[in-house]
């Protein structure tokens, strides 16, 4: 499967922006999907991740502020981003785990499956 982010861009502090990532070449409805994001020279780091049923886990540093959603008939999932930060500001990518977990996994190394990832910006 090939994902595709989008909607990044420069929105100042307090605002939002609402990130896509649409697949091609597999159904996503069999996969797990979450979003992580990178600071260049940092760890990679867990965002939000969304079940195939559509239960939904955020890293602390989002929840409350963040939503993750997927609408399968379009085979894309979305990120919702109010309430931005300064510290938000990071390349976002998306991710596919096709494995069946007892679990939803926020390592990035239990994906199998790279969007290349859209840059936020997030000014003051």
């Known amino acids: 499967v090939q994902l595709q982010a989008s909607g990044g861009g420069l929105v100042q502090a307090g605002g939002s922006l609402r990130l896509s990532c649409t697949a091609s070449g597999g159904d996503l409805s069999r996969y797990v999907m979450g979003w992580f994001r990178q600071i260049p020279g940092k760890v990679r780091e867990f965002v939000a991740a969304?079940?195939?049923?559509?239960?939904?886990f955020y890293a602390d540093s989002v929840k409350g502020r963040f939503t993750i959603s997927r609408e399968n008939a379009k085979n894309t999932v979305y990120l919702q981003m109010n309430s931005l930060k300064l510290e938000d500001t990071a390349v976002y990518s998306c991710?596919?785990?096709?494995?069946?977990?007892?679990?939803?996994?926020?390592?990035?190394?239990?994906?199998?499956?790279w969007g290349q990832g859209t840059q936020v910006t997030v000014s003051s």
């Open positions: 991710a596919a785990d096709g494995s069946y977990r007892r679990m939803v996994q926020s390592s990035s190394g239990a994906y199998d499956y």
């Open positions: 969304i079940s195939r049923s559509g239960s939904t």
